[in-house]
């Protein structure tokens, strides 16, 4: 298969050094490009600013902003067979970014900001028989907000975890997560390594992928 993977946060700069962003690290969505690379699929990876190592065999694009990361998605788009959205789009920008740093005695002290374009919701028109994932990261229980974003997103799978539950979440090496998938009772998985979830996730896409 063609895999595209999205990974890590956005920056959404309000000058050229400050700027709106997430604690994510891009640590699953690598896992998952090494886990699809590992097994034999050519892998598009769309990175947000993070602080990881290619995996082997993975074509790898940075982005900066959600514009950007969306203008990503939907030109490798046409070419794949699978999107995973696992990075972090930030929901709002600020409504300008100024081309020189801003000066402390200039600054309004309100920020305005614009909401950011959902990419999944952007390119679901052109879903046809490919599999979408989603990423569901909440703080408590992620099942009601994780069922809402499988329906609203048009997705096949939702991997959905409470950041907060030991072992999960950001900059950790393990993850504790649950699959999602509309008409079947949600798979919870035990704690293990990210790159084990991500082989969860690659094989689930392969099993449910029908060309
Ligand atoms: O931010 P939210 O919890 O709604 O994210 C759920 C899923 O939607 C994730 O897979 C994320 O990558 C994706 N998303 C997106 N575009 C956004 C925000 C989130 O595709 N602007």
């Keep these: 298969m063609n895999i595209l993977v999205t990974a890590g946060p956005t920056r959404e700069h309000l000058d050229p050094i400050r700027f709106l962003s997430n604690r994510s690290t891009g640590k699953m969505g690598f896992a998952i490009a090494q886990a699809a690379a590992g097994r034999g699929h050519r892998v598009t990876l769309i990175a947000g ?19 950007d990361m969306l203008a990503a998605v939907e030109r490798a788009l046409p070419g794949c067979d699978a ?9 709002w920008r600020p409504e300008q970014c100024a081309g020189t740093k801003l000066k402390k005695r200039g600054m309004n ?62 900059a950790t090496d393990t993850n504790v997560v649950t699959l999602f ?13 990210k790159l084990e979830v991500a082989q969860v996730i690659v094989q689930w896409i392969e099993a449910h992928w029908v060309f």
Aim: glycine letters at 8%.
């Design 49 to 67: 600013p993070v602080a990881l190592a290619t995996p082997k065999g993975v074509t790898r694009i940075d982005v900066t902003s959600a514009l």
């Design 83 to 91: 999107l995973v959205m696992s990075a972090a789009v930030a929901d």
């Design 109 to 170: 002290p309100a920020l305005r900001l614009v909401p950011n374009p959902d990419i999944l919701a952007t390119v679901a028109p052109q879903k046809g028989g490919r599999v979408f994932v989603g990423f569901a990261a909440e703080t408590g229980d992620p099942a009601t907000e994780a069922r809402r974003k499988l329906t609203a997103k048009s997705l096949d799978l939702i991997v959905a975890n409470d950041v907060t539950a030991s072992g999960a979440g950001f």
């Design 181 to 193: 998938a509309p008409g079947t009772a949600p798979q919870p998985l035990p704690l293990m390594p």
